[in-house]
DNA sequence: AGCGCTACTGACAGAACTGTCAACAGCATC
DNA sequence: GATGCTGTTGACAGTTCTGTCAGTAGCGCT
């Protein structure tokens, strides 16, 4: 068929560093589209331009390779989680807040990336999110904030944290489904805006009992 | 092997429509925890205990199958939610209304179905979750019970709408996350409570400007 | 230039999977 | 009991995939 034979093409020999890169690059992207049963080492091989015996030189196996991709996606989402801390978010800028974590997730796919990852088992699941450091930051600013206005009970630590929860999950699964839904049947940024009011709105009052 | 001789086991036969019923059964269980590429004929036909061949007899193919599978398993998702729908409810009853929605997810994991047929590409995305007829319901009787108090500004019905769907979205990701989870380190039944505790009081009180 | 390390490759083996086909065998009907 | 329909099957063909292995070749080092 139109097969260039691969003498023709002189042969690349990379830093075995960057051979890994990618590599995983390619089988990452395989997996975000079609799930770990999905990952073939001959597809990998022909995106990266290398043999497929390549692919297992550098991750022994098909399984090697799964769990090196898994294991640096997971790494990534939880770093880029930790990102958006570098300054403490004011709660008004609940709405700057969301829309950054909403770009972590569609940015390269992450949340399909991630929710294949889970299905598959891969993730730690919920504590694999790695909110406890976001949860710590909204609390702290928020605990400031009610001590500031003299308000009586601070709200709890499971209140912040169950608003987190809440949020990015939503999100989670928003991006994944966004996509097939017919153009604009659901405004994403109308929604972002809403749960951005609502949020801040619980986040400043807590719940009345 | 172990391998029984098939030529020991009398041959069954059943009705067409017997038969197609059990073939998406363990194909759908299949496509559940492996997702789409993880269905593989000869381990659909060995889990209903038939020979491969008969699966193709009745799908005519595997893309047949998954079709059937997504098809049959999308319109039991949406039927499941009218279900929930029989009669009306009360917004004190929001806990009982959140659980049975989260039952819906868990039952037969069909949150795990769901989010693998989407990320397949087969749902329909948001939409495909058949949201409207149970927003139409919690509008028709929050809008009701606010008449009945006296306020001036009814919600709109995208309020009540994005509620539904923030709600809808968390409980398919949790669902489909909790699994994985070490155990008891999110408390979901305290989580259910206090969503419903928060959807409670915005169903109520909705959002102030 | 020569050498060693190792990234890289083609060819092959073995297994698994989808799909085809002719034939077998329940079961209802006559 | 014979017949027809069709659910069902074993055997086979063709493709594709993972993994092995011996050998090739790029690149840094002396």
């Known amino acids: 068929m139109t097969r260039t034979p691969r003498s023709v093409v002189p042969r690349r020999r990379r830093t075995a560093e960057e051979a890994r890169a ?7 992207a395989m997996l ?17 331009g290398v043999a497929h015996p390549t692919v297992l030189h550098h991750f022994g196996s098909r399984e090697g390779l799964l769990d090196a991709v898994a294991e640096r996606a997971l790494a990534t989402l939880r770093l880029g ?15 700057v807040l969301l829309e950054a ?9 992450r949340a399909r990336t991630l929710l294949q990852l889970t299905l598959a088992g891969y993730g730690g699941g919920i504590e694999g999110l790695g909110l406890d450091p976001l949860v710590d930051s909204v609390h702290a600013t928020r605990g400031r904030l009610w001590a500031a206005r003299g ?15 809440l949020t990015t999950l939503a999100l989670l699964s928003l991006s994944a489904l966004k996509e097939r839904s017919k153009k604009a049947a659901v ?20 719940l009345e009992r």
Request: cysteine-free; aromatic content about 4%.
């Open 151 to 165: 308000r009586r009970k601070k709200p709890s630590r499971e209140d912040t944290y169950f608003t987190t929860l």
């Open 187 to 206: 405004s994403v940024p109308r929604f972002h805006a809403w749960l951005a009011a609502l949020l801040h709105q619980h986040l400043q009052q807590g």
């Open 32 to 48: 975000r589209d079609e799930g770990p049963a999905g990952v073939r080492l001959q597809d990998v091989a022909r995106a990266v």
């Open 101 to 109: 974590v909403a770009a972590q997730m569609d940015g390269g796919g």
């Open 22 to 28: 990618a590599i995983l690059d390619a089988a990452e």
């Open 81 to 95: 989680a930790l990102s958006n801390l570098k300054s403490e978010p004011a709660l008004d800028d609940v709405r």
